[in-house]
Every structure is written in C-alpha cells, then in structure tokens.
C-alpha cells in the first residue's frame, strides 16, 4: 500500500510544492498517484526529488495514476543540428503544449536524466498564469477575455486559433493559453495574430504580456538535479527553458510525457 509522505512535502517560494525522498533508496512508487493528484488541485506544479529512479516500463505504468498517456515520452537533448527551437541550446520562450503540439494534456511530466552544471543554465522556467490574472485588474481581465488569437506554428500547415483565457477544469479559476512569439531562422518561427484587432494591438499585447508573464512573483526558475521530476498543470502554467552555455556537449536531457 502507497505511504503518503506527508512529513516530507515542502512549499517553494513564490509557488510549487517539493516532495522530497525520505532516504536516497526511497521508491517513487510509495507516494500514491491520489497524493499527488491532491498536491496538484492546490499546486500549480509538484517538484519530486531524491528518488530512486524507476525503469522505464515501472515510470510510465506509474504516471498512468494521473490519467492517460496519450503519446510515448519525448526525449529532450539539444543537438549540433536540431530540426526544432525545442531541441537548440537557445531560450526557449514560455508556451503552453496545446499550442505548439495541438493536444491538451492535463499534466506535463518531466524528469531529468542530465543536469546542467550550476551556472550554466537549462533551469526550466514556470509561469504561473492563475497568479498573472490573479494580480492585473479587472479591466485588464475582460479586455484579455475577449481576445482570441491565431497562431501560426513551426510544422502546422494551417493556423492554430486558441483564447487567451479559459477557465480551468477545476472551475475555481482561469489561466492564459498562450505562446510567446519568436523567430529563429531555419528552425522555424512562431507568430500569433489578434482576431478583430489590429496588427499593433496585437504587438501591444505581446508587450503587455511579457510584463506581466516575467514578474518575480509569478514565476519559478527550477534548476535540475539528477533524477528530479517535474508535474506541470498544463491548464494553468507556461514553461519554457532558459539558454544553455558552457562546454559541449552539453549535459541537458530531459524527458516528457503527456498525461490526460
């Protein structure tokens, strides 16, 4: 039978909850999948540390405690010659997975199989976007409400149209859909465009938004350590990757499964 461990659940400053292994033998599988599911209705992302890696057959039968694994894992290594921004040793702007891959995971898991040197950046950055709307006013709010916009995204032939607000599943609150824009030449470019607003409103907006999306106290920069893993809300948190420096190769891998 699971043990839930409750002595070893800390919180993180500005936000996140950290479930630390009670000793370095300690197995993943001990912490019940209805423990982390409860962390998460009140925790825009879960931090797990210091557990005993499982193999990989054990990991994705225990993920499956949090829904459906729509897709196998994604392995994340930046490249001599990647075929995507995701894969560069470039930032990797904040973005939620509906957008650049078309599905909509409830969750978004991360674990780390190769850690950056302290420095050296790969720190995955969190943005929780409850908080953003939480702190901008009222009227801000319904402006943001009312504005759909259309993507247009590396590999997708046609536009992605996405709200820039939802509500969230649970009901209790709402969060931002939304992709920042970039360009990177011959690894693609993402841009976005207001429906029914004018080009430079919709320049304003980006503007507007990464105010907002970088403020200290909506944002949580997590640098990894071997073995750690990540529980992402997809619904309510932005995530992307700061810029990897150092000697190459570079150490960086991280894998990602999709849990709906």
Do not use: N
Request: aromatic share 10%; net charge negative; charged share 20%.
């Amino acid at each position: 039978m699971p043990t839930i461990l409750f002595d070893h659940v800390q919180g993180l400053d500005p936000f996140g909850v950290v479930v630390t292994a009670p000793s370095p033998d300690a197995d993943l599988r001990k912490v019940s999948g209805l423990f982390l599911r409860r962390l998460l209705d009140h925790s825009p992302f879960v931090l797990i540390r210091g557990f005993h890696p499982l193999e990989q057959a054990e990991m994705e039968r225990y993920w499956r405690q949090l829904g459906t694994i729509f897709s196998p894992p994604r392995e994340f290594v930046a490249h001599d010659r990647p075929s995507s921004h995701l894969f560069s040793p470039e930032r990797v702007p904040l973005h939620c997975e509906e957008i650049l891959t078309g599905r909509s995971p409830g969750y978004s898991v991360l674990q780390c199989y190769g850690a950056q040197d302290p420095g050296t950046g790969g720190e995955t950055i969190l943005c929780d976007s409850a908080r953003v709307l939480s702190r901008v006013s009222a009227r801000r709010r319904r402006r943001w409400s009312g504005i759909t916009l259309d993507y247009r995204v590396p590999g997708c032939a046609g536009l992605i149209s996405q709200p820039l607000m939802t509500l969230h599943p649970d009901g209790r609150s709402s969060g931002l859909r939304y992709a920042e824009p970039f360009d990177r030449g011959e690894l693609g470019s993402l841009a976005c465009f207001g429906v029914g607003i004018s080009e430079s409103a919709a320049s304003d907006l980006v503007s507007e938004l990464e105010a907002e999306l970088y403020d200290a106290e909506v944002t949580f920069s997590h640098s990894w350590q071997l073995y750690d893993i990540l529980i992402i809300d997809d619904r309510r948190v932005l995530h992307g990757r700061s810029a990897l420096r150092g000697p190459e190769p570079y150490p960086f891998h991280l894998q990602q499964i999709q849990v709906f």
